[in-house]
């Protein structure tokens, strides 16, 4: 029997990394899907710069663009002039293992993935308010006050498609939103047998 695929968006600063950091430890047998990006790495809001592997994997655009066109993505798109996006390879022989998959994705490429496996489940993670959302991006330091406004402004647009998702989870306390997710793995694992 194939694994189970679980897709998490929300919009920019309603803190997917922060949800699926608490997640991992309670779902160990949960793969967390790394995706591949054309921008630097970054610094970690721990002061460590971001590995290769790890957070990312860090390639070129010329690389990027050679992927795409190979269709060796399951979904990936353009934000802020850097690309993202997941390895199809990796995913689907994680699947074919019987494994569960989470991964970690804007809500562009959330569509993406339905349209190619739609037996994904999507998961969008929800602010407890838009006033909140604000405050976490401007608190991350990781943007200065144009791209702080950038983010809050398609945050907006984000929020309108929650309702295409198959569960939202409001994320007002990390390990409280964590556990709902770990909850609807848990059943969704039952449900499949």
């Known amino acids: ?8 968006s929300g919009p920019s600063g309603v803190g997917k990394a922060s949800v699926l950091k608490a997640l991992m ?32 994997f860090f390639v070129s655009k010329e690389a990027f663009e050679k992927m795409i066109a190979q ?12 690309c993202y996006g997941t390895p199809r390879a990796y995913v689907e022989k994680l699947l074919a293992e019987g494994k569960s998959v989470v991964l970690e994705v804007e809500t562009k490429g959330a569509g993406q993935v339905r349209a190619l496996l739609p037996e994904a489940k999507l998961i969008f ?7 909140e959302l604000k405050d976490r991006l401007e608190g991350r ?5 144009e791209e702080i406004a950038v983010r809050y402004e398609i945050a907006n647009g984000e929020m309108e498609t929650a309702a295409l998702y198959d569960y939202q989870v409001v994320n007002d306390v990390v390990e409280r939103a964590a556990d709902q997710i770990k909850d609807i793995i848990d059943v969704v694992r039952l449900s499949r047998g």
Request: hydrophobic share 30%.
């Open 1 to 8: 029997m194939s694994g189970s695929l679980f897709v998490i």
């Open 25 to 56: 430890p309670k779902c160990p047998d949960l793969h967390y899907s790394v995706s591949a990006t054309t921008r630097a790495p970054r610094r970690t809001s721990q002061g460590t710069v971001e590995q290769n592997g790890v957070e990312y």
């Open 71 to 82: 269709s060796e993505f399951l979904e990936w798109a353009e934000f802020n002039g850097n």
């Open 141 to 145: 330091g990781t943007e200065d006050p």
């Open 125 to 131: 993670l929800v602010p407890p308010s838009m006033s």
